[in-house]
């Protein structure tokens, strides 16, 4: 599975969009790419997920170059309640493999 | 996408003692894994369960240690053997769809 490097932490303000890049350089063919939320006493859960260009919902916009190598999370406007760590993963999770998680990202906003 | 019913959510135990963690899910799924997190960590991958066969372990975890049973395609336990204060972690159960993956809420563990 390819590694995953993403800034240990982040910290930023009620209203404005925070960018988290995950760095994903042997990313395989087969690899999509997964971003995970989770706060303090609860599982991770499912914000994201994109094979290449541009992904968005409701929450969170994903943007990956042609090379796959690396990816970014976009949060619009986050508010407080963004406080969370961000975990970036890549897999061929089409095939139901475990999700590996590395260290993650804490983001902290404040007012 | 599927709901999972993790119990207990916090326990105490005494060392030496074991812990059996029970993940219901609503619907059937083929894989469910299970995690540890200890404190102010990462999850880490314990192991694989599917139904009708052995459960993979990751390295570092043992079947004697962490034996896991999946009788059928919502239901799973992981039971912590022998616990130390080493295993006082927050243990997650998992399940994988081609939606995404669900996690259970965990089981806060505390081994005095």
């Known amino acids: 599975l390819a590694k995953t490097t993403q800034p240990i932490s982040m910290d930023s303000y009620e209203g404005q969009e925070v960018n988290i890049t995950c760095s994903h350089n042997n990313i395989a063919t087969n690899d999509y790419i997964t971003w995970y939320q989770q706060f303090p006493s609860q599982g991770p859960r499912f914000i994201i997920q994109?094979?290449?260009t541009k992904v968005t919902n409701e929450v969170a916009s994903l943007f990956i170059p042609a090379d796959r190598k690396s990816s970014t999370l976009s949060l619009p406007r986050v508010s407080l309640s963004d406080t969370a760590v961000y975990y970036c993963?890549?897999?061929?999770?089409?095939?139901?493999?475990?999700?590996?998680f590395g260290k993650g990202t804490t983001l902290s906003v404040s007012s | 996408s599927a709901v999972i019913s993790q119990k207990p959510s916090r326990d105490i135990c005494q060392r030496g003692t074991s812990l059996t963690i029970q993940c219901q899910v609503d619907?059937?799924?083929?894989?469910m894994f299970w995690y540890r997190q200890q404190p102010g960590q990462s999850l880490t991958l314990i192991a694989t369960a599917n139904q009708g066969s052995e459960a993979t372990y990751e390295s570092g975890f043992v079947i004697d240690k962490f034996p896991i049973s999946r009788p059928n395609l919502t239901f799973s336990t992981l039971t912590v053997s022998n616990m130390s204060p080493e295993d006082s972690s927050i243990y997650l159960c998992?399940?994988?769809?081609?939606?995404?993956?669900?996690f259970g809420s965990g089981t806060r563990l505390t081994v005095v």
């Open positions: 998992s399940v994988g769809e081609t939606a995404g993956y669900t």
């Open positions: 619907s059937q799924v083929t894989m």
């Open positions: 994109g094979y290449k």
């Open positions: 993963l890549v897999g061929d999770f089409q095939a139901g493999t475990a999700l590996i």
